[in-house]
């Protein structure tokens, strides 16, 4: 399974960039995808889920009403439009599979997704 994550890139706050994450090597719309998110000396934290069908989403409260994960089946990617941005969303923002269709029990736990991608960097200056 190959992740690749795209579309990070230095924005003032209160801007807005949209994060893409191709998926290949399996069947995507067998897997729920979600997105991590890792500041500089922080541990890595969950910011998104998205279940296959894109019917079922949970969002960090940190960028609930800011963020909004979508999904297309057809082309195997996953999205993160972030919205309003601050410079704590700054950090190097990963995808991730899940390990079954649906949101996972405990969606916040890194555990609980089995394939990465490389990340791609954020960076919001005030």
């Known amino acids: 399974v190959q992740l690749q994550a795209s579309g990070g890139g230095p924005v003032q706050a209160g801007g807005s960039l949209r994060l893409s994450c191709a998926a290949s090597?399996?069947?995507?719309?067998?897997?729920?995808m979600s997105w991590f998110r890792q500041a500089p000396g922080e541990e890595r934290e969950f910011v998104a889920v998205i279940s296959w069908s894109g019917a079922s989403t949970r969002y960090a409260d940190s960028v609930k009403g800011r963020f909004t994960i979508s999904r297309n089946n057809a082309k195997n990617t996953v999205y993160l439009q972030m919205n309003t941005l601050k410079p704590e969303d700054t950090a190097i923002y990963y995808c991730?599979?899940?390990?079954?269709?649906?949101?996972?029990?405990?969606?916040?736990?890194?555990?609980?997704?089995?394939?990465w991608g490389q990340g791609t960097l954020v960076t919001v200056s005030s």
């Open positions: 090597g399996r069947t995507f719309s067998d897997y729920a």
């Open positions: 991730a599979t899940g390990r079954g269709p649906y949101i996972p029990t405990v969606a916040t736990m890194i555990s609980s997704y089995n394939y």
